[in-house]
């Protein structure tokens, strides 16, 4: 692979930290890797292939003389939105992890097992989806290629590592009895079906996400999506059973054996011995795994399945450092 030069945006926190994580893991030669935060996490020193790098604050200044080939950006949607073109004016590809650009239609959105030829249609900016959704679209990509998709609804139980440190700290704090600073109710011993704000309509802003994302991802506007999202007292890894109606009839086995052979899913499917995903099993790897797979009890075109990710690792960091493999590896760079 071709020598590079990469900026990570938001490197102080947990997705940040675990980006550098895997570039450590990965194939990607890095000349330079540079750091950026606000000016209240500035002069923090991360380690980096045993080498510290201080991080840098966020500014214009900081940014135009680096000659930075790909930007990753885990810092919120209101510093994506202010930074993101001042990166790509200096030559950067932006691969961002935040809902700003998600939905923008010059903007593609990618799942590098589902639809990486869409990141090659660009304008400098790729956007990485939300957690539950990529981990959620890689089966269903293959049954939709197979079978057809007419509907999906997703329920998910999402870890508080979803919610960042913040989210971490109230599993453990309501855990010692301590009031929650993060949710609006304690999270240990709970499940709250509230994850992001509620809209007129009843939904939260996590469920219409994995709505519009998915639709979007599979390239389907028409598809019936519905979700409803709830966090649990997990540490990490996200959850989530779907109910998938096809177009066309199916057989258990040959659904089995297409997820067996579809890259980035593992199938973890046989109860009678008590074999199937677990949020243990998924954290700290890179693989969605599969498993529970059986026919709806009154749809023959109908089936249920249970999906668990890594949501830091597949759900962020892995998921768009996989992106800029394959943009190396076709010599993408912008302008």
Not at 296 to 301: A, E, L
Not at 302 to 322: E, M, P, S, W, Y
């Amino acid at each position: 692979m071709n020598t590079v030069n990469i900026a990570i945006v938001g490197a102080t926190g947990m997705v940040g930290r675990k980006f550098i994580e895997v570039l450590e893991e990965s194939s990607i030669n890095i000349k330079h890797l540079y750091l950026y935060s606000s000016s209240r996490s500035s002069g923090t020193i991360i380690s980096y292939n045993n080498n510290g790098i201080i991080v840098e604050e966020l500014t214009e200044d900081n940014i135009k003389n680096k000659q930075i080939d790909y930007a990753l950006f885990s810092a919120g949607g209101s510093v994506s939105l202010a930074y993101a073109k001042v990166f790509t004016k200096y030559g950067a590809i932006v691969i961002d992890n935040s809902s700003a650009w998600r939905m923008d239609d010059s903007v593609p959105l990618i799942v590098p097992e589902v639809n990486m030829e869409d990141a090659f249609n660009h304008n400098g900016i790729i956007a990485n989806p939300n957690c539950s959704t990529i981990q959620s679209v890689l089966p269903l990509e293959v049954l939709k290629k197979e079978y057809g998709l007419h509907s999906v609804s997703y329920a998910t139980y999402q870890a508080v590592s979803g919610s960042g440190v913040n989210g971490v700290t109230d599993l453990k704090n309501t855990t010692k009895g301590k009031a929650p600073i993060c949710y609006p109710y304690k999270i240990y011993n709970n499940c709250i079906p509230h994850i992001d704000e509620f809209l007129d309509n009843g939904y939260t802003k996590e469920e219409i996400k994995m709505i519009f994302e998915t639709r979007k991802i599979l390239n389907d506007p028409s598809l019936e999506v519905t979700a409803t999202c709830v966090r649990v007292p997990v540490i990490n890894s996200h959850s989530v059973e779907m109910h998938i109606e096809l177009d066309n009839e199916f057989s258990i086995e040959d659904i089995k054996q297409l997820m067996k052979n579809k890259k980035g899913i593992t199938l973890l499917d046989d109860p009678s011995k008590n074999i199937y995903p677990l949020a243990t099993i998924a954290t700290g790897t890179n693989d969605v795994y599969v498993g529970r797979i059986r026919k709806d009890i009154n749809n023959s075109k109908k089936l249920h399945l249970f999906c668990v990710a890594d949501n830091i690792r597949k759900g962020a960091a892995t998921n768009a450092v996989q992106i800029v493999e394959a943009l190396i590896e076709r010599n993408e760079y912008n302008g």
